[in-house]
Nanobody, 126 residues
């Protein structure tokens, strides 16, 4: 059974940094693209950033480009989200997700991801 477990969320001041982790189990992790999404209070869940199955390419939403970096360690079955220069508007529950199809680059579309973690809360104070 596929499981994704996020960790690393918390409370941070504006301008600070956090590193989220997503540990995967029950799948051949190295052949799937992975993504991070977030949902702020009262808003719909949105795409943040993604990484291809090989880790060779990443792609991000404009609102986080230059501040957030996704990476993966296939030996540890883990995907990371390094978040720098955090802003209050980054406050949200952050979710990692597994892309449905192997050996693909992934996408920004939520419905193309088939497994999701439980989420980890990130709160940025001003």
């Amino acid at each position: 059974q596929v499981q994704l477990v996020e960790s690393g969320g918390g409370l941070v001041q504006a301008g600070g940094s956090l590193r989220l982790s997503c540990a995967a189990s029950g799948l051949t992790f190295s052949i799937y693209a992975m993504g991070w999404f977030r949902q702020a209070p009262g808003k719909e869940r949105e795409f943040v950033t993604g990484i291809t199955w090989s880790g060779g390419s990443t792609y991000s939403a404009d609102i986080v480009k230059g501040r957030f970096t996704i990476s993966r360690d296939n030996a540890k079955n883990t995907v990371y989200l390094q978040m720098n220069n955090l802003k209050p508007e980054d406050t949200a529950v952050y979710y990692c997700a597994k892309y449905s199809f192997p050996y693909r680059v992934g996408s920004t579309l939520q419905y193309e991801y088939d497994y999701w973690g439980q989420g980890t809360q990130v709160t940025v104070s001003s």
